[in-house]
């Protein structure tokens, strides 16, 4: 999928591939069945910066660019009303990856004409570490090539490549070899991509890579692979598919140029990969839980609390980026203690030689004894392949220190993981340190580095509060116990409450950024599977006079922009009946209107509010809670009117004796005496008077 022009090396065309007939052993395979993408396979890349390739797409994790549908993986690009696109790119790295046997998968391709770029293909294991091409890269199907277009034949045009850094007396960088064929000029079939499926393969050897389309003998490259030069083929990879929209593939640059029909469908049926059953070699495959560590995994340091320990220069390296002078031997494993001057910055890290899969320390803590004087803000990081990114938590003197007191004796620190925005299936630097330029100078201590496996997830059940002072519920989210509500960068103002129930509520308005946001975040991951369900809603009190279009939304795992649901209120109209008229209107949202992107067994955002589209002048929320099924019997009602995305029908408001659901009624609907809140088998409901009106 990555291409950029490099000198061709044209010394690896080999014979032909082996015959069909070859037995064949199937090891593993994803059908694409149920409801949703399997997240322990599957995971996203998302940005929109081109991918090195000068892409024009926006690649998001939303369900509307990549969904299951009749027993297919859909990825969906689409173009947006500015004229922008988006669409998908679903990877396995740190989930799944394999080396040797024959992998196949069967694609149905949408209209290519013209910009659009399909592809399935692998990177190296080795790719947070090396990077590409090093990594070696291996494409088993790409289309919509620019020369296809010129020829009026992009819709049964097809191309695979091979990419890889290449060493030799007679060339060293990156190497590039691929090659195209036509589905009707060169295979003699009748119909093109876009007509039917397409079985897109690649057996590979120790010796030998083919690519082929529908079966071995429609080859549509290989090389001979024995050479040394070709190591990168001989480690594991992982698989990785996406739609792209436009680039140095088709030669299209301008979203102005992007003719194809939208939206524009990707299906593909299955991936299968096999063992060859040959005696030389075997396919080895590689799943999350393989590699997953377990217990106290140290990273410097020899406390009795580790049960396992990485070791410097096998498993990870330290390095010193700045202003760190080391006073201590690291080879002695001492504690770690640098002289740290005053007037630039300081920094250093634990970088991994391999991708360390911590993926059951998510909910767990990075602990580390600290000895220190200064006050001066000290960061404390994690980095990730997976993710693409680092992410930092500032120990702040005199703010939130998560138990370091700057005395200059030792203290242990311990923060928990659900802090870290990074896939933690996929560690590249287990602990980085990092700060401004101090004012002064002064020593730093680091000892007994270790990550403590995550604890048991908080499991809500029946009625689970999030924010309410008179709700009976079964279970309550605890303000600054289990975690805490927060407006992002100080973007929305408090202003005068008129709560709907109790005597407070959550009253604002923008602080003029031109955009707003806030969160309900756990200190630890919520396991909400009991809302898992067709009836379970999460319910809230709304108001606002303001046209200011914005979200609501929650978020499970750790990635940032991935496993994260929004649904937008727009005026005119706005969904589940939610009027702008100022005054309290309750809002009951399925809670399987977010389940197709948000793990509810894995949620660490219970709420959240986020407007890009201006500053709103006023918006207060109150009585927020999620209902279940199991909730008990109650008075049966709809529980909203459904916006026509959610795919349900519009039903009627009816009364029911004695009570009528919340939603159908406003507080300046009836005089106080008519009204009165009580709960009936686990949800709040206002009454009317005995005349029912």
């Known amino acids: 999928m990555r291409i950029k022009q490099s000198v061709m090396v044209m010394t690896i065309l080999g014979s032909c591939a082996s015959p069909l007939i070859n037995a064949k052993t199937l090891i593993w395979e994803d059908n694409f069945e149920g409801n949703s993408i399997n997240k322990s396979v599957w995971t996203y890349d998302v940005g929109s910066w081109g991918w090195g390739n000068n892409e024009l797409q926006d690649y998001t994790g939303n369900s509307n660019n990549a969904y299951i549908e009749e027993g297919n993986l859909v990825i969906q690009a689409q173009r947006n009303t500015d004229g922008s696109f988006t669409s998908a790119r679903l990877k396995t790295i740190g989930r799944l990856s394999y080396r040797y046997g024959t992998i196949e998968a069967r694609i149905k391709l949408p209209d290519l004409n013209a910009g659009l770029w399909p592809a399935f293909w692998q990177l190296g294991n080795n790719y947070g570490q090396v990077g590409w091409p090093a990594c070696g890269e291996l494409d088993i199907l790409e289309a919509g090539m620019a020369e296809a277009l010129e020829s009026s034949s992009v819709n049964s045009a097809i191309s695979s490549a091979f990419h890889w850094h290449h060493e030799s007396d007679e060339y060293t960088g990156q190497a590039d070899y691929g090659q195209s064929k036509n589905l009707i000029k060169d ?11 397409h079985i897109f393969g690649m057996t590979w050897t120790p010796d030998h890579i083919t690519m082929w389309v529908d079966d071995e003998a429609n080859e549509i490259i290989n090389i001979n692979s024995e050479d040394p030069a070709f190591d990168e083929f001989r480690q594991e990879h992982f698989l990785i598919l996406n739609l792209a929209v436009g680039g140095i593939f088709p030669q299209i640059f301008s979203n102005e140029e992007i003719t194809a029909p939208m939206p524009a469908k990707m299906y593909v049926d299955y991936i299968r990969i096999y063992d060859n059953d040959d005696n030389n070699y075997n396919t080895e495959i590689t799943l999350a839980e393989d590699k997953a560590k377990l217990g106290n995994l140290g990273i410097y340091g020899d406390g009795e609390e580790i049960s396992e320990s990485l070791q410097l ?29 005053a007037g630039d910055w300081f920094g250093m890290g634990f970088w991994m030689h391999y991708d360390l899969n911590m993926m059951h320390y998510q909910n767990g803590h990075l602990n580390l004894r600290i000895k220190t004087s200064s006050t001066e803000t000290i960061g404390i990081g994690i980095a990730s392949t997976g993710s693409g990114s680092d992410s930092w938590v500032d120990l702040i003197d005199g703010g939130e220190d998560y138990g370091l007191k700057r005395d200059g004796q030792w203290h242990l620190v311990s923060i928990p993981l659900s802090k870290y925005a990074v896939d933690f299936h996929t560690i590249s630097q287990t602990i980085m340190v990092r700060g401004d330029a101090p004012a002064e100078g002064f020593t730093l201590a680091i000892d007994e580095i270790y990550f403590s496996e995550g604890e048991a997830k908080t499991i809500p059940a029946g009625i689970f509060s999030v924010y309410s002072e008179t709700l009976e519920a079964d279970s309550t989210f605890k303000l600054g116990s289990d975690g805490n509500l927060f407006v992002w960068e100080n973007t929305l103002l408090e202003v005068s409450q008129s709560p709907f129930e109790g005597e407070k509520s959550l009253s604002y308005q923008s602080s003029g950024a031109g955009w707003f946001g806030m969160a309900f975040t756990a200190n630890s991951y919520h396991d909400l599977s009991a809302y898992d369900n067709d009836r379970a809603t999460l319910n809230f009190f709304l108001k606002t006079s303001s046209d200011t279009p914005f979200k609501v939304g929650m978020k499970s795992g750790s990635i940032n922009n991935v496993e994260q649901k929004w649904i937008e209120f727009n005026k005119n109209p706005d969904p589940y009946e939610f009027v702008r008229d100022g005054q309290w209107h309750q809002i009951s949202i399925p809670v399987s209107d977010f389940s197709d992107e948000v793990d509810m067994s894995n949620v660490i955002q219970l709420f959240e509010i986020l407007g890009v589209e201006g500053d709103i002048t006023n918006i207060e929320i109150d009585n927020i809670y999620f209902s279940s099924e199991a909730s008990g019997s109650h008075c049966q009602h709809p529980p909203h009117k459904c916006h026509p995305h959610h795919g349900r029908q519009e039903q009627p ?27 009936l088998g686990g949800h709040q409901h206002r009454c009317l008077d005995s005349a029912g009106e």
């Open 313 to 341: 220069g096998t498993d990870t390296e330290l390095y010193i980026w700045n202003n760190m002078e080391s006073t201590a031997s690291v080879d002695d494993n001492e504690a770690l203690e640098f002289n740290i001057d």
């Open 653 to 679: 408001k009816r009364k029911c004796k004695p009570c009528s659901p919340l939603s159908d009624f406003s507080n300046s609907d009836f005089s106080n005496d008519q009204l009165c809140n009580y709960r």
């Open 187 to 197: 295979f003699g079939y009748s119909r093109d991509l876009t007509e039917g499926y």
